[in-house]
């Protein structure tokens, strides 16, 4: 869409758009080498100037600390979810006494200094018996950093103390910021961990993709579950999973396996479960693979229902941004016409409030999840 560019405008630039009769649209981050070649960050007249940074970062804090109230529930959150708070390209996670930054822009990068300072500044010091200010990690996916032309040097990625304990709604977990998947726990599932508890009382529990097993922990530690089975293909995560058990004093299985395989033996077994949980990982990156993702979804909920019993539950979840709510309603509907299975969805929903979602950009509600009664 973009008809060209002034000669001096460099990667990283702050840019002002402008339409066909010259009026200006508003400003971004300009990278020629990306496939987002312009990251809006204001729209109409006003420049980008030092005080847009300030405002935009004290935004973003005042909604998670003073609106949402998070600290109370909880201390860890997301403090910056990139296009929902105005500043597409940055995430920052907030886990008990660190801060990660994850990037997604060269823009971004080249003004991450001033953007830790801003917010720091505007934080309230971290609590807790170990904490002494804040640590800050910068983080950002190989793939990213070779599209967008940059690098996170080793000094840059800060904190390297390893594992720190978090608390979320009474229960605590391991994370580890520096080395685990994005940037170490998935603060968006937040709010649908808890409800799932409330439907575990009694149940036999099968949390299939778990990562972490935070689903798992849940159903256990809050919900009173019977028993209860986390499944996942990273050998790092499943035994991370089972210590984030110990931690709660909870007994849960845990199984080193393909989410496919491990699905089809329990068919085979005619193993079946009261309520499952289906979190698997970005299946669909960018839209060449919307075709084969759907095809995998389309499989893992089809065995998913097989193993639900009569009047149990499944909780299914995409987090691909391509593959929006109609999409997985869509699947899930084939997936339980293949299976043979009646399903009625009694909820819709989508990541905790601390990533709000950009209008003008429906990819920012990434996270969807359908909550089945299956019969």
Same mark, same amino acid.
């Given at each position: 869409?973009?008809?060209g560019?002034?000669?001096?405008?460099?990667?990283?630039?702050?840019?002002?758009?402008?339409d066909?009769?010259?009026a200006?649209?508003?400003?971004?981050?300009y990278?020629?080498?990306s496939?987002i070649s312009?990251?809006m960050?204001?729209?109409?007249p006003?420049?980008i100037?030092?005080?847009?940074?300030?405002?935009?970062?004290?935004a973003?804090?005042?909604?998670?600390t003073?609106?949402?109230r998070?600290?109370?529930s909880?201390?860890?959150?997301?403090?910056? *979810?990139?296009?929902?708070?105005?500043?597409?390209?940055?995430?920052?996670?907030?886990?008990?006494?660190?801060?990660?930054?994850?990037?997604?822009?060269?823009?971004?990068?080249?003004?991450?200094?001033?953007?830790?300072?801003?917010?720091?500044t505007?934080?309230?010091?971290?609590?807790?018996? *170990?904490a002494?200010?804040?640590?800050?990690?910068?983080?950002?996916?190989?793939?990213?950093?070779?599209?967008?032309?940059?690098r996170?040097?080793?000094?840059?990625?800060?904190?390297?103390?390893?594992?720190?304990?978090?608390?979320?709604?009474?229960?605590?977990?391991?994370?580890?910021?520096?080395?685990g *998947? /994005?940037?170490?726990f998935f603060?968006?599932?937040?709010?649908?961990?808890?409800?799932?508890?409330?439907?575990?009382?009694?149940?036999?529990?099968?949390?299939?993709?778990?990562?972490?097993?935070?689903?798992?922990?849940?159903?256990?530690?809050?919900?009173?579950?019977?028993e209860?089975?986390?499944?996942?293909?990273?050998?790092?995560?499943?035994?991370?999973?089972?210590?984030?058990?110990h931690?709660?004093?909870?007994?849960v299985?845990?199984?080193?396996?393909?989410?496919?395989?491990?699905?089809?033996?329990?068919?085979?077994?005619?193993?079946?479960?009261?309520?499952?949980?289906?979190d698997?990982? /970005?299946?669909?990156?960018?839209?060449?693979?919307?075709?084969e993702?759907?095809?995998?979804?389309?499989?893992?909920?089809?065995?998913?229902?097989?193993?639900?019993?009569?009047?149990?539950?499944?909780?299914?979840?995409?987090?691909?941004?391509?593959?929006?709510e109609?999409?997985?309603?869509?699947?899930?509907?084939?997936?339980?016409?293949?299976?043979?299975?009646?399903?009625?969805?009694?909820?819709?929903?989508?990541?905790?409030p601390?990533h709000?979602?950009?209008?003008?950009?429906?990819?920012?509600?990434?996270?969807?999840?359908?909550?089945?009664?299956?019969l």
């Amino acid at each position: 869409m973009i008809a060209g560019a002034a000669e001096n405008a460099q990667p990283g630039d702050v840019v002002a758009v402008r339409d066909r009769t010259g009026a200006i649209v508003g400003h971004g981050l300009y990278n020629p080498r990306s496939r987002i070649s312009v990251r809006m960050l204001r729209r109409g007249p006003e420049p980008i100037d030092d005080e847009f940074w300030t405002r935009a970062l004290e935004a973003a804090v005042h909604l998670r600390t003073k609106t949402l109230r998070l600290d109370e529930s909880t201390d860890a959150y997301r403090l910056v *979810h990139a296009e929902g708070d105005g500043l597409s390209g940055l995430i920052v996670e907030r886990y008990a006494d660190r801060l990660v930054f994850e990037l997604f822009s060269l823009g971004m990068f080249q003004r991450i200094d001033l953007i830790r300072d801003r917010l720091l500044t505007r934080l309230p010091p971290p609590t807790g018996p *170990h904490a002494h200010g804040w640590r800050t990690i910068v983080r950002a996916d190989d793939r990213v950093e070779r599209l967008e032309g940059f690098r996170v040097a080793d000094a840059m990625r800060g904190d390297d103390g390893g594992r720190i304990i978090i608390r979320e709604n009474g229960v605590r977990f391991r994370v580890d910021p520096s080395a685990g *998947h /994005k940037t170490g726990f998935f603060c968006d599932q937040r709010d649908n961990r808890l409800r799932l508890a409330g439907y575990c009382r009694d149940a036999d529990v099968l949390d299939v993709c778990c990562y972490t097993g935070a689903f798992g922990v849940y159903a256990k530690a809050l919900g009173g579950a019977r028993e209860v089975t986390c499944v996942d293909l990273d050998e790092q995560a499943v035994s991370l999973a089972r210590e984030n058990a110990h931690l709660n004093q909870a007994r849960v299985q845990t199984v080193h396996a393909d989410a496919y395989p491990y699905l089809r033996q329990m068919i085979t077994n005619a193993r079946q479960f009261d309520v499952v949980v289906l979190d698997p990982p /970005k299946l669909i990156a960018d839209r060449s693979e919307l075709r084969e993702g759907r095809q995998r979804y389309l499989d893992l909920n089809k065995m998913a229902l097989a193993v639900v019993r009569r009047g149990g539950i499944l909780l299914t979840c995409s987090c691909s941004g391509l593959f929006g709510e109609h999409d997985l309603i869509d699947v899930v509907r084939q997936a339980a016409r293949i299976a043979g299975r009646s399903i009625a969805i009694f909820n819709l929903s989508g990541a905790a409030p601390d990533h709000p979602v950009a209008p003008e950009c429906p990819e920012s509600r990434y996270l969807n999840a359908l909550w089945l009664r299956v019969l």
